[in-house]
């Protein structure tokens, strides 16, 4: 197991938390809480070691296009880049209100 | 009691199965949401409670944010319920500390509710490999906890079991399973104390072959567990199936006597088969139809 952290510029706070997803095999939860900060800060504990640079790549893409500010805590179970993104998404479109 | 798999002369009734909502495809808090009456869910210690367990990281696993188990509180076919759904996809649903905590505290809040007159029933989610390995001792003390306050509400207000499937029930938590007023499953959800990997690796693959899904099923699976009296309902994994289930469940309240203590039945049972010779398992509702008590049998 793993933890990382990461920060991206970001100007949208979201309008409420939402929590996503599941702990399970291939699949992550994602709890997001708004905070009016300028940034979005990552916590990502993952079960997969040695993954830290296409973490930073996956969630530098997603940051750059979705700048929402708040902190995301990504408990990750294996899932791929795709399903991070997915979740991702799902997350800040449930926050959207 | 009466099948509720749609079926007529033991032919699958498509067109039911083709319209269902499954219930078995929805995860733990779905499952509990889609319970109760619309609009009258309320989760306790939810994800941003944050009280996960403390014992998984330190062993190099991913917590997960409400420990497996969920707990909604709500309005069920107009009563005041309890939802305590496991979450199958986070570590096979094993009972921690914590997660054990969180279905024994809210079953005991029930029991005072209930006292303090508001008539609350519990309904449990049993998708659960049993007691978490990684938290041992503490998983078994909380399943102890979990199972005395099941014993304690269940004189007060019905409690109903769910087995709706993919992990089953399993381990510790087959107790609790054994002791719900009534006990819901699908042809797909399975029941039993030992899992099969665990008989296989303790007794060998001539005792039990755990890659042998059919001999799974005909053991531990949902019809065979209905049919054999260990559980009472067979439904469809259909949400409304489901729900419908669960809330006459509730309506007929607390049985006269409890599965658990029929002590004298099941010891009758046990004695019509015999280990070294075990009966084809289609043939066991039979062998313990013939199986009753003997008269004046005080044991």
């Known amino acids: ?97 | 009691m009466t099948s509720r798999v749609p079926a007529r002369n033991g032919q699958t009734d498509w067109n039911a199965m083709l319209a269902r909502v499954s219930f078995i495809e929805l995860d733990a808090r779905a499952r509990a949401v889609a319970l109760l009456d619309d609009g009258t869910a309320r989760e306790l210690c939810g994800p941003f409670d944050r009280i996960e367990s403390p014992w998984l990281e330190p062993q190099g696993v991913v917590p997960e944010s409400d420990d497996g188990v969920v707990v909604v509180k709500g309005v069920l076919g107009g009563r005041p319920a309890v939802v305590i759904a496991v979450e199958q996809a986070f570590q096979g649903g094993g009972i921690g500390e914590v997660s054990g905590a969180k279905a024994a505290a809210s079953l005991s809040l029930a029991v005072r509710d209930n006292r303090e007159g508001t008539p609350t029933v519990a309904v449990l989610l049993l998708e659960t490999g049993g007691v978490r390995l990684q938290e041992a001792n503490l998983g078994l003390a909380t399943v102890a906890e979990v199972c005395a306050a099941l014993l304690e509400l269940r004189a007060l207000q019905p409690e109903v079991g769910v087995i709706a499937g993919t992990m089953g029930c399993f381990g510790g938590m087959s107790i609790a399973a054994g002791l719900c007023s009534t006990l819901i499953m699908t042809r797909e959800g399975r029941l039993g104390l030992n899992g099969p990997e665990v008989i296989e690796s303790e007794a060998g693959v001539a005792e039990f072959d755990a890659s042998d899904d059919a001999l799974i099923w005909a053991i531990d699976g949902g019809a065979q567990r209905t049919g054999t009296g260990l559980a009472d309902v067979l439904v469809l994994d259909d949400v409304t199936a489901v729900r419908s289930a669960v809330i006459e469940a509730v309506g007929r309240g607390v049985p006269g006597e409890h599965r658990s203590r029929r002590i004298r039945e099941w010891r009758a049972r046990l004695d019509a088969v015999d280990p070294a010779d075990p009966p084809d398992p289609a043939d066991l509702a039979t062998v313990w139809a013939h199986a009753v008590p003997a008269e004046g049998d005080r044991r």
């Open chain 1, 1 to 97: 197991m793993q933890t990382l952290k990461f920060e991206f510029p970001a100007d949208r706070p979201a309008a409420r938390r939402t929590h996503v997803g599941v702990v399970g095999s291939g699949d992550l939860e994602v709890l997001m809480t708004p905070e009016a900060t300028g940034t979005a800060r990552v916590r990502v504990r993952t079960s997969v070691d040695g993954f830290d640079t296409v973490w930073r790549t996956v969630l530098e893409r997603f940051f750059a296009r979705h700048r929402v500010a708040g902190s995301f805590e990504l408990n990750d179970s294996g899932a791929t880049p795709g399903v991070v993104t997915l979740r991702l998404r799902q997350a800040i479109e449930e926050g959207r209100e």
